[in-house]
């Protein structure tokens, strides 16, 4: 039993390790899979940062689809050279995903870690999603010391989802299996049969329960159609059902006790990042100016809050939007991402992202050198 055991470990690691064969599945992947691309990527980009070694200088990039729409590895290699600057970032990657990568990294040197994020993460539910691509015994562990007893019992199986995510990585990646090897062997992909005759926005929340009471919705389905007719002209590349999507998305951004947990898991996260020596520089990221016609903007005070109270710790630093915009209606892509082919805003935010991480490092070298005896 104990040999089998092993032998079923061994085999996940050989084939859903770093070492795995994830060049060939990123070939295999069909259009249309960003989750599964995103994790793809993801497995990528950490083999570089293994193979990278301790002496290079390192930087990462952790987030969710907005962390990757502001950073631009070009961009970041020219205003630092020397350094290596990896991304980490997928669509829907929430912060206990960004937590359970954050405990990854720790066999690596990572010198400077980037947190992009705003109050939208930090007001939005939070969903247990055991296929999200990335697993970890300490972060389940955080999560269990933050839940009430009555919420242990009542979502026992997801939980245990969680652990078996964080046990066995066959199971963890089990959509990227799907997506890469069975469906592209069948005309109809396995994924499209839960999707039938189902409401479009936003199929997250049809798929899972919140881990904590969703918050009402700021709109009636009225006011949010109605939304989406006038701001279509506003955004006309953006899909009206892509659109309706966000609004449904932004909609639920309130606080409630998904918040008070979103904030815990945060700290985690900072705390985490610290023990394996990184620096932390949290990063404001930008929303379209007329997302405030959707949710509460002023949420952003508290958020502004937080970061500013956590930059008061050593190795964390913050970087609000004065610091990177300004922002305008046609540096967006949509209501939450700037647009990476613009020529302004994205290559400007990329760059004084980099600037700042490079003086962090800089700033370390020179912290080395003057402790170094003579």
Do not use: C
Request: hydrophobic share 45%; proline share 8%; glycine share 6%.
């Amino acid at each position: 039993m104990v040999l089998a055991l092993g032998l079923v470990l061994l085999a996940d690691q050989l084939l859903f390790g770093l070492s795995g064969p994830w060049r060939t599945i990123s070939d295999f992947l069909p259009r249309g899979h960003p989750l599964e691309r995103g994790i793809v990527s993801d497995r990528l980009a950490l083999r570089e940062l293994r193979d990278v070694g301790a002496e290079a200088r390192s930087v990462v990039i952790l987030g969710n689809s907005r962390a990757r729409a502001v950073f631009r590895r070009a961009q970041a290699r020219r205003v630092d050279p020397r350094t290596v600057h990896i991304e980490l970032s997928h669509a829907g990657m929430d912060l206990y995903e960004s937590l359970a990568t954050a405990y990854r990294l720790e066999p690596f040197d990572v010198d400077v870690t980037v947190l992009v994020l705003s109050e939208i993460e930090l007001h939005s539910p939070v969903y247990l999603k055991p296929w999200a691509g990335v697993g970890s015994w300490r972060a389940l562990g955080d999560l269990l010391h933050h839940l009430e007893p009555s919420t242990l019992l009542e979502r026992r199986r997801d939980l245990l989802g969680l652990a078996a995510s964080a046990s066995l990585a066959a199971y963890r990646d089990r959509r990227v299996i799907h997506a890469a090897a069975v469906d592209s062997w069948r005309r109809f992909p396995l994924d499209r049969l839960d999707r039938l005759d189902r409401p479009s926005p936003p199929a997250v929340a049809d798929a899972l329960k919140p881990l904590a009471p969703m918050p009402n919705l700021r709109l009636s389905d009225a006011e949010r159609a109605e939304l989406a007719a006038r701001l279509a002209p506003l955004l006309p590349h953006l899909p009206p059902a892509g659109l309706r999507a966000q609004i449904y998305q932004l909609a639920g951004v309130a606080p409630g006790p998904h918040t008070r947990l979103n904030e815990a898991v945060l700290l985690d996260l900072v705390e985490a990042l610290r023990g394996i020596g990184s620096e932390v520089l949290l990063v404001e990221a930008p929303i379209h100016p007329v997302a405030e016609e959707v949710y509460d903007r002023a949420l952003r005070e508290p958020f502004l809050d937080l970061a500013e109270g956590l930059a008061t710790r050593e190795g964390v630093h913050f970087m609000p939007l004065e610091e990177t915009g300004p922002f305008g209606p046609n540096d967006f892509a949509d209501l939450t991402h700037l647009a990476r082919h613009r020529d302004q805003a994205a290559p400007r935010m990329a760059r004084r992202i980099a600037e700042r991480a490079r003086t962090l490092l800089d700033r370390e070298v020179d912290s080395e050198a003057d402790e170094t005896p003579l």
